[in-house]
């Protein structure tokens, strides 16, 4: 079952409002059936199927401004760091990843998700199966090199990393939730346990509760 978020309900509600109904029925949209839905709309094409998200809570988009901040630290000068760019993978499934390193050659819009290097995936709660299986299975499909996925809903925010095999599938790598640094694609350090104290404060502060040290 998948757990839901009160805050991240209300979002989606919103969400729904702006979306003709049909569309959310049809098994079979492609990318350009879609051409005209606005375009701050947060979604994703999965298998022919419009896949609507909630605007990201706080903590969410915290965590994807870390995880960007700390590959840009080292980033060569022919690669960018992008926050949810949409990649086109086939005419049925368009994903937007919460960080992706592209070529600096890469399109302006439009972007075949092959040109990829990594793609970054940060948890919520509706997402959890999306991330972990659908996605895994379609960012390997595209001949992605590198996935990460970040969880922040773990008792401690905890990083997840996935290599690109000669198979054509994903082998995971690591799993921590210990500061870590990989060295692919570059050298990156992720403080996760300075991640976990940032999200537990802001916890506390909206509870007024007290954080045992």
Known sequence: MVERDPVEEDSMTAVLSRVDPHLLERRDLTVDDLADLP?????????????????????HQLISKNIGFAIDQRCPEEFVVNIEQA????????????????????????????????????????SRNTDRKDKLAHYAGAGIPFYWIIDPL???????????????????????????????????????????RKRDRMRAARTGARLVR
Not at 44 to 59: M, Q, S, Y
Not at 91 to 97: F, K
Not at 162 to 183: A, I, P, W
């Open 39 to 59: 375009e701050d709309l947060r979604y994703e094409l999965i298998d022919g199927r419009l896949v609507l998200a909630p605007h990201a809570n706080l903590t």
């Open 87 to 126: 990649l086109f993978l086939e005419p049925h499934v368009e994903l937007r990843p919460d960080v992706v390193i592209l070529p600096e050659a890469a399109p302006e819009t439009f972007i075949p998700a092959d040109a990829a290097l990594l793609v970054v995936e940060v948890i919520s709660k509706s």
């Open 154 to 196: 773990a008792e401690r925010v905890t990083f997840t990393q996935f290599s690109l095999h000669s198979n054509g599938r994903y082998v995971e790598m690591k799993q921590t939730d210990e500061c870590v640094t990989v060295n692919v694609p570059w050298e990156i350090t992720l403080d996760l346990p300075a991640w976990t």
